[in-house]
């Protein structure tokens, strides 16, 4: 997870703690690409917002390195504009989702289907 708020990472790390996945928490998204290249997570959970580097930033920059390319990016946000939405999709978001429209408990249902489904 690549969030700055230390509210919405302590909440998802509630969350994901009673689920089977494991969740690493970047501060921003300079940090975030490079956590990816590191550790090769499973699916990344990406806020837009955030300080050094925004989100939309280091979705690209994922999406064009090899390390990090096929991993998929759930972009979550507030920010749920028409135009920030075709962007995150155009750079290869596998999903959007608008962080009030959702439960934590949903997403981590969403990311735990995704994993799933993975091939």
């Known amino acids: ?3 700055d708020d230390p509210y919405v ?3 998802y790390e509630r969350i994901f703690a009673g689920s089977s996945i494991d969740i690493k928490i970047a501060r921003d998204g300079k940090e975030g690409t490079e956590v ?3 550790y090769q997570p499973d699916l990344i959970l990406l806020d837009i917002m955030m ?3 925004n989100g939309l930033d280091a979705l690209a920059i994922l999406k064009t390195d090899k390390r990090t390319k ?5 972009m979550l946000s507030n920010l749920g504009e028409d135009e920030t939405v075709k962007d995150a999709m ?5 999903a959007f ?3 009030s429209d959702y439960t934590p408990e ?3 249902d969403k990311v735990e289907v995704r994993l799933l489904n993975r091939n």
């Open 106 to 108: 949903q997403i981590r």
């Open 97 to 99: 989702l608008i962080k």
């Open 1 to 3: 997870m690549v969030e």
């Open 90 to 94: 155009s750079k290869g978001a596998d």
């Open 51 to 53: 300080p050094k580097m």
């Open 70 to 74: 096929s991993i998929p990016v759930f």
């Open 36 to 38: 990816a290249r590191t």
């Open 9 to 11: 990472t302590r909440l």
